[in-house]
């Protein structure tokens, strides 16, 4: 499969009504699974809907290799698979058959329709749900399904908008291995506001806010912005209102003797502070405040 990276350059798009929903983004993406972490309407639809064909920029300009995106979008959209962060289907199409119509629509004919169909169903591991109707899926096996259709024809870039939102812990572990394993022959790129979706999958992330790229490099590197920056202490419930409101705030758990706050400051916060080892969480709340893990 070709592995050519994707290159956007300078990309900034404004809606009818002015809404600047992205403005001179650059970046560079390889194999692998990569992340775009940003807070609600931080731009990542608007950024992915670009990439998958279903929207036009203002401005700028998207390679993958030597091909134009914008200018040849028929030679991408062979290479191409998408979820978008609202998925519907029609209720009462079972699982196969839905996947052999869509591959039908690609201009398969019927055995190799078929034959890519069930690959699919494999890959998303919903084999065992084949006969079952779309509207009969729980919230995970819909994600799942999903992922069968945008890998349908093997693509070497899929996107996929947020397909963690609303899953339990296991359908998303699950989700988790199945997004590194897409990752291993393409690039996929993965949006989401969960901090622990980026720590399962990717090893390079970019972070989106009001549009605007503010960090863009592996996933260690944001780790390190916090490093001597991330703080616990053992607090009241007072203190834990007013710091909620500072945005600093990661965390509060409770320990026999009261509260253990974790935050992220540039000062030592209060004598009783020490510092500890920061995660993922703790970097990205540094960059966007507490508004990035979204509701
Ligand atoms: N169709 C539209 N018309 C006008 N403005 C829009 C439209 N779609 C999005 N926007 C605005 O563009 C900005 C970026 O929105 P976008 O949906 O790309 O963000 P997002 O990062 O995907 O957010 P979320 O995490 O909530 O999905 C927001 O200010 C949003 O209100
Ligand atoms: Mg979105």
Redesign the pocket.
């Known amino acids: 499969m070709d592995l050519s990276p994707l290159e956007i350059h300078e990309l900034r798009h404004v809606?009818?009504?002015g809404?600047v929903?992205?403005d001179a983004l650059s970046l560079r993406i390889g194999r692998g699974v990569f992340g775009l972490l940003?807070?609600?309407?931080?731009?990542?639809?608007?950024?992915?809907?670009i990439l998958a064909l279903r929207r036009r920029p203002t401005a700028g300009r998207v390679m993958l290799g030597a091909v134009d995106l914008l200018r040849s979008p028929d030679v991408i959209r062979r290479r191409l698979g998408y979820l978008p962060?609202v998925f519907a289907w029609f209720p009462n199409m079972t699982v196969r058959q839905s996947l052999v119509v869509m591959a039908r629509l690609f201009g398969l004919r019927d055995r190799e329709a078929r034959r890519r169909g069930d690959e699919a169903l494999e890959r998303a591991r919903l084999t065992r749900l084949g006969r079952r109707r779309f509207r009969a899926l729980s919230g995970g096996e819909k994600r799942r399904f999903g992922i069968a259709q945008a890998i349908l024809n093997n693509p070497g870039l899929l996107i996929v908008?947020?397909p963690t939102t609303g899953l339990d812990a296991e359908e998303r572990l699950a989700f988790h291995t199945l997004l590194f394993e897409l990752g291993q022959e393409r690039i996929v790129l993965l949006?989401t506001?969960i901090v622990r979706d980026i720590e399962a999958t990717c090893a390079r992330l970019a972070v989106?806010h009001h549009?605007r790229l503010i960090f863009h490099d592996r996933v260690e590197a944001l780790v390190r912005l916090a490093e001597g920056r991330t703080w616990e202490f053992p607090t009241d419930g007072e203190t834990v209102d007013r710091l909620a409101e500072t945005g600093r705030l990661v965390s509060v758990r409770e320990e026999t003797r009261g509260f253990i706050a974790r935050v992220v400051e540039e000062e030592k916060p209060s004598p009783a502070a020490r510092s500890v080892e920061p995660g993922l969480e703790d970097a990205y709340i540094r960059l966007v405040g507490r508004e990035g893990l979204?509701d």
């Open positions: 809606y009818g009504d809404v929903a992205l940003g807070p609600n309407g931080a731009g990542k639809t608007t950024l992915m809907e962060q908008d947020e949006s506001h989106l549009g979204g």
